[in-house]
């Protein structure tokens, strides 16, 4: 069982003030998602709101209404936007999505420790999921919040993107330090944009080793970042990489779990206590 925890939408015919490169916008296409997800015996996807469309979910949500496979969304709030918290918080209370992710890689300086807190709270009541996308420097400030909203569970998106930090392996000892906080998972996504190998992105390995050791095999899971997956090599490289990762250097960890179970567990089964 498979299921892709990260992966991006957005219409066929985008308007002209949206910045996509043109080799990938056809691919963005909800039909175009499902004819990779399908032959490649992935059962379900986690569909994220891509900042290409900004705060207009109008084309995720018409998404997630496609049958086969399962789909869920994940609306994507916008930090320096006033609309932002009001927008998500409508969707979060409509059920049409089951959390949301805060880019908060785009959000200003100390913008996390006077306004991420209204966030956290919005979910807390909302019962709902938040994925970050951040830099490896904010991990501690997340690190407080997600200790606050022990209720709220919190996905971090593509390890943390600790290739932007000077020191790798210190960020990676940064991120590993949130396992002891038991509602914070990690999505080993994205991996062809982490690499500077050919596949199957051994130099990633260590790094994928320390994240799943820390917080274990019940709390880490694969994500495509589908389409952006395809500017690095064929969707399925991104989960072979990771299958042949754990069947010859992370011995008995729980593939199932880390392929798609938990996936189920923190979206899909949530969409379900929520209806």
């Given at each position: 069982?498979r299921?892709d925890?990260?992966v991006?939408?957005?219409?066929?015919?985008?308007?002209?003030?949206?910045?996509?490169?043109?080799s990938?916008?056809?691919?963005g296409?909800v039909?175009?998602?499902?004819?990779?997800?399908?032959p490649?015996?992935v059962?379900a996807?986690v569909?994220?709101?891509?900042?290409?469309?900004?705060?207009?979910h109008?084309?995720l949500?018409?998404a997630?209404?496609?049958?086969?496979?399962?789909?869920?969304?994940?609306?994507q709030a916008?930090?320096?936007d006033?609309r932002?918290?009001?927008?998500?918080?409508?969707?979060?209370?409509?059920?049409?999505?089951?959390?949301?992710?805060?880019?908060?890689?785009r959000?200003g300086?100390?913008?996390i420790?006077?306004?991420?807190?209204?966030?956290?709270e919005?979910?807390a009541?909302?019962?709902?999921?938040?994925?970050?996308?951040?830099a490896?420097?904010?991990?501690?400030?997340?690190?407080?919040?997600?200790?606050a909203?022990?209720?709220?569970?919190?996905?971090?998106d593509?390890?943390a993107?600790?290739?932007?930090?000077?020191d790798r392996?210190?960020?990676?000892?940064?991120?590993?330090?949130?396992a002891?906080l038991?509602?914070?998972?990690?999505?080993?996504?994205?991996?062809?944009s982490?690499?500077?190998?050919?596949?199957?992105?051994r130099?990633?390995?260590?790094a994928?080793?320390?994240?799943?050791?820390?917080?274990?095999?019940?709390?880490?899971?694969?994500?495509s970042?589908?389409?952006?997956?395809l500017?690095?090599?064929?969707?399925?490289?991104?989960?072979r990489?990771?299958?042949?990762l754990l069947?010859?250097?992370a011995?008995?960890?729980?593939?199932e779990?880390i392929?798609?179970?938990?996936?189920?567990?923190i979206?899909?089964d949530?969409?379900?206590q929520?209806?």
């Amino acid at each position: 069982m498979r299921v892709d925890a990260h992966v991006h939408v957005w219409p066929h015919l985008l308007p002209a003030t949206i910045d996509v490169d043109p080799s990938m916008a056809a691919a963005g296409d909800v039909d175009a998602l499902v004819a990779n997800l399908m032959p490649n015996e992935v059962t379900a996807a986690v569909i994220v709101q891509s900042s290409v469309c900004g705060l207009d979910h109008e084309y995720l949500l018409a998404a997630v209404k496609t049958d086969h496979p399962r789909l869920v969304g994940m609306a994507q709030a916008e930090p320096e936007d006033r609309r932002s918290l009001g927008l998500i918080g409508e969707l979060t209370a409509s059920g049409a999505v089951v959390g949301f992710r805060l880019p908060l890689i785009r959000a200003g300086d100390g913008w996390i420790r006077t306004q991420a807190k209204s966030y956290w709270e919005l979910a807390a009541s909302q019962r709902s999921v938040i994925c970050v996308l951040l830099a490896p420097d904010q991990l501690d400030d997340v690190s407080r919040l997600a200790a606050a909203y022990a209720a709220v569970p919190l996905v971090i998106d593509h390890l943390a993107r600790f290739v932007l930090a000077t020191d790798r392996g210190h960020a990676i000892d940064q991120l590993c330090r949130l396992a002891s906080l038991e509602n914070v998972y990690v999505k080993l996504s994205a991996l062809g944009s982490l690499t500077h190998d050919e596949w199957p992105y051994r130099d990633l390995w260590p790094a994928l080793v320390s994240v799943i050791e820390a917080f274990g095999a019940d709390r880490v899971m694969w994500g495509s970042d589908y389409p952006f997956v395809l500017a690095h090599g064929r969707y399925k490289d991104s989960f072979r990489a990771l299958e042949l990762l754990l069947r010859s250097e992370a011995g008995d960890v729980g593939e199932e779990n880390i392929m798609g179970g938990n996936a189920l567990r923190i979206f899909f089964d949530r969409e379900t206590q929520r209806s």
